[in-house]
């Protein structure tokens, strides 16, 4: 019944947890000297300020046919030094905010199966994961969400393309050729790893140290995404780096694709692009090969944004950290078409050498997250690239199709052009493990901590839990089967109906909803008949944030004890 209802008040993360539309809108805007921002992004403020302006010097310079090769090496010297003091200040920040144990976090989440290894009966396979039904529940609550406030409230369209893909379209898009990581080897062992992440651990590890040596690591660190192979392998000499464990000396840095090849049909010796085949490494790919199809169904109209979430495969070389880095893994991609003549948006631009093949300009989204050595750091859960006309202009030359749009000027000329492309990519499963690590809590327990999740209401597995005081009665379990039917269909709420038969305390499973991150509680009970019909509503508006637990305290009875039993109603 109403005085029943058992509130466990949801924390809101201030991160990437919250509603899309408070994440992801542009308000507040910061004034030029960041006095509308938060108090961390303000000391970072002046920080990114100074690296943009000395950015835009080394541009410069770099465009002047009289630069002298002197005058640029000390500007692009000073534009390190600049991100060196930018990256320690990001460091100074991260630090001050409280650890997760991590431990402790990710049993709660094995325990409860939000997910779980795959194949764990056989061993487990790295890199690939089972959600499990609560796990399922918050991945299709996220992207519910993330459909209605993308695709529905700004009329894009949705298309669902297989996740096996020719070699013709991947090689057009450059995939086959530039879709690599760097690989070195323990040349005795034969064990592999990715170069840049290797290289890292060692110089963070010198960094830490005192001497020259210190200092001479940061300067290496800040450097490192820039280097190609050659400029790993001097890292690696200077340096002395050995493979891990062993002390061997590491062979030569290789590009390694990450793609997984395969091939269709029962023979699969046929040569051609029609029989080997790819699984994607992004959902992209589909749209542009249906871009003409797509822009008819838009009756020729831009902008046109087209969205997809799917499945997505990358072989990488050390996968880790539990969802951060799969080898599979969910993706929620966007596609915005638009008028390059028609230009009034802009990003900040990334040096070349740390963004993909296909994009001309990117910047990220990131989460700070604790990976599986207990170390946080800042870890890239959206992606936003300008990917101008890469893919459309290299698929139309492969293909022989004119994927071009046309618009007609005022005068009455008309023009044809390729469009350009905006792409939000958003990683599903590193979404996930910042909603679950931001939420996590503990509070002191009778023996240990406890732990619990405190997730939105919104998003949580179940919206609420049903708990019958007697659950193995016939006239209870009908009770509970009507009060679930109205929640689910009435009210399209999730319910978790807990009916513990095995004499488990009513606190207990008040602490089972609480790791599972279940906001709300109704205990059941034979004085619940009388007003059982008005629990679903008032779930819902309590759910949609339409009434506060407050507000419920004002206008409904306190539970003073149960009146009825089940021979006395």
């Not at 529940?137 to 893909?165: I, S, Y």
């Not at 170069?195 to 020259?212: C, M, V, Y």
């Not at 694709?257 to 992004?282: I, V």
Request: hydrophobic share 35%; aromatic share 8%; glycine share 8%.
């Amino acid at each position: 019944m109403l005085r029943r209802i058992t509130f466990f008040k949801p924390y809101y993360c201030s991160g990437c947890c919250t509603r899309f539309k408070s994440t992801f809108s542009k308000d507040p805007v910061s004034n030029p000297d960041g006095s509308s921002l938060p108090d961390s992004e303000k000391a970072i403020h002046p920080f990114r300020v100074a690296v943009e302006e000395q950015g835009s010097i080394v541009k410069r310079l770099i465009k002047e046919a009289t630069t002298s090769s002197e005058e640029l090496d000390k500007a692009v010297i000073k534009l390190k030094n600049k991100k060196q003091l930018l990256e320690a200040k990001l460091q100074e920040l991260s630090s001050s905010i409280p650890q997760v144990n991590k431990v402790k976090l990710d049993d709660l989440i094995k325990q409860r199966f939000y997910y779980d290894q795959s194949f764990s009966i056989y061993g487990g396979v790295t890199g690939l994961y089972d959600f499990g039904p609560a796990g399922c529940a918050v991945k299709n609550h996220l992207l519910q969400d993330w459909r209605q406030f993308f695709v529905l409230a700004d009329g894009m369209l949705e298309v669902d393309c297989p996740v096996l893909t020719p070699e013709a379209p991947l090689q057009a898009s450059g995939h086959v050729e530039k879709f690599t990581d760097y690989l070195i080897s323990d040349s005795l062992t034969g064990e592999s790893y990715r170069a840049d992440h290797l290289i890292r651990q060692s110089l963070e590890s010198l960094a830490k140290k005192k001497g020259k040596q210190s200092g001479e690591a940061k300067q290496a660190l800040a450097g490192l995404g820039s280097l190609d192979g050659q400029g790993l392998q001097g890292l690696i000499d200077r340096f002395g780096i050995a493979a891990p464990g062993t002390g061997n000396a590491l062979t030569q840095p290789r590009e390694f694709n990450l793609m997984f090849d395969t091939a269709a049909g029962a023979d699969s010796r046929q040569q051609g692009w029609r029989h080997r085949m790819f699984l994607r490494p992004e959902t992209a790919q589909g749209i542009f090969t249906n871009f003409r199809r797509l822009l008819d169904f838009n009756r020729g109209r831009l902008p046109m944004a087209v969205a997809q979430v799917g499945q997505s495969f990358r072989n990488e070389v050390q996968p880790r950290s539990g969802l951060l880095r799969l080898r599979e893994f969910a993706l929620a991609e966007i596609e915005h078409f638009y008028d390059p003549e028609d230009r009034r948006l802009r990003f900040r631009q990334h040096p070349p050498c740390e963004m993909a093949h296909y994009a001309a300009d990117c910047w990220d989204a990131e989460c700070l997250l604790t990976d599986g050595c207990g170390r946080v750091d800042w870890v890239e859960c959206v992606g936003c690239a300008d990917r101008a006309a890469y893919d459309l202009s290299r698929h139309s030359e492969a293909s022989g199709e004119s994927l071009v749009a046309a618009r007609t000027a005022t005068g009455g000329t008309s023009r044809s052009f390729t469009p350009s492309v905006v792409e939000p990519s958003f990683g599903v499963g590193r979404l996930l493990s910042a909603i679950l690590e931001h939420n996590y809590r503990q509070r002191p327990g009778r023996d240990e901590q406890m732990t619990y999740l405190s997730l939105p209401a919104w998003l949580a597995p179940y919206h609420c839990a049903l708990l019958p005081m007697n659950g193995g009665s016939a006239e209870m379990r009908q009770l509970i089967r009507r009060l679930h039917r109205r929640l689910a269909v009435g009210e399209n709420l999730a319910g978790l109906v807990d009916a513990d038969s095995r004499g488990v305390s009513i606190g207990k499973r008040y602490a089972r909803c609480d790791q599972l991150g279940v906001p709300f509680a109704v205990t059941v009970d034979y004085d619940s008949v009388a007003e059982i019909d008005r629990v679903p509503g008032l779930v819902r508006q309590l759910v949609g944030q339409r009434i506060t637990w407050s507000q419920v305290m004002d206008t409904e009875a306190v539970f003073q004890g149960q009146t009825a039993t089940k021979g006395n109603r």
